[in-house]
T-cell receptor
Framework: GAGVSQSPSNKVTEKGKDVELRCDPI?????LYWYRQSLGQGLEFLIY????????KSGLPSDRFSAERTGGSVSTLTIQRTQQEDSAVYLC???????????????FGPGTRLTVL | GENVEQHPSTLSVQEGDSAVIKCTYSDSASNYFPWYKQELGKRPQLIID?????GEKKDQRIAVTLNKTAKHFSLHITETQPEDSAVYFC????????????FGIGTKLQVIP
């Protein structure tokens, strides 16, 4: 079946512009995550959606970052007034935990490489 | 929340030798420990995971061991091959009925032919 997809694959923008990054999770996966990965670095957690619960926004680095998940499926990460330090690969992942106390495999998308000039 | 420490940050081994990467975690209630492999320019992918009801799990050349008392788990790769060269991430979940995981900083493994 189809995996996690993200668009665009690459985005070049000018400092101060807003950008929107899209994630299509695997159909039926209730959990969706956004991570940021700077060059040669680890996975920085940004935000987590689980079903109809309120999202965990604890990883968002500033109020310029926001995310939505419509209809429990597609998610959009928005970065307003982009800065050069926002340049990174933004990865989305989805999973299908069996129950509230279950943790399961995260399936990652290919990422969006954001470059802020 | 969970605190995951991973080491070493870089590891070079000769082809055919074994490689071991270790992680420690802080939350004694954690019960699921995955390992992800990220090849250069690609997305992370799960290679093996272990749940807290077992101490060891093997899949061909890779194995994971878990010591819940000491709160650490390790990835073992035997008979390393050049295609094993990648960055490996461990992870552990937040407890309290929560599916978010915390990732280690990653280990860059280089297998020298």
């Amino acid at each position: 079946g189809a995996g996690v997809s993200q668009s665009p694959s690459n985005k070049v923008t000018e400092k101060g512009k807003d950008v929107e990054l899209r994630c299509d999770p695997i159909s039926g996966h209730t959990a969706l995550y956004w991570y940021r990965q700077s060059l040669g670095q680890g996975l920085e957690f940004l935000i987590y959606f689980q079903g109809n619960s309120a999202p965990d926004k604890s990883g968002l680095p500033s109020d310029r970052f926001s995310a939505e998940r419509t209809g429990g499926s597609v998610s959009t990460l928005t970065i307003q007034r982009t800065q050069q330090e926002d340049s990174a690969v933004y990865l989305c992942a989805s999973s299908s935990p069996v129950g509230l106390f279950s943790t399961d495999t995260q399936y990652f998308g290919p990422g969006t490489r954001l470059t802020v000039l | 929340g969970e605190n995951v420490e991973q080491h070493p940050s870089t590891l070079s081994v000769q082809e055919g030798d074994s490689a071991v990467i270790k992680c420690t975690y802080s939350d004694s209630a954690s019960n699921y420990f995955p390992w992800y492999k990220q090849e250069l320019g690609k997305r992370p992918q799960l290679i093996i995971d272990i749940r807290s009801n077992v101490g060891e799990k093997k899949d061909q050349r890779i194995a994971v061991t878990l010591n819940k008392t000491a709160k650490h788990f390790s990835l073992h790769i035997t008979e390393t091959q050049p295609e094993d060269s990648a960055v490996y991430f461990c992870a552990a979940p937040n407890s309290g009925g929560y599916q978010k995981v915390t990732f280690g900083i990653g280990t860059k493994l280089q297998v020298i032919p």
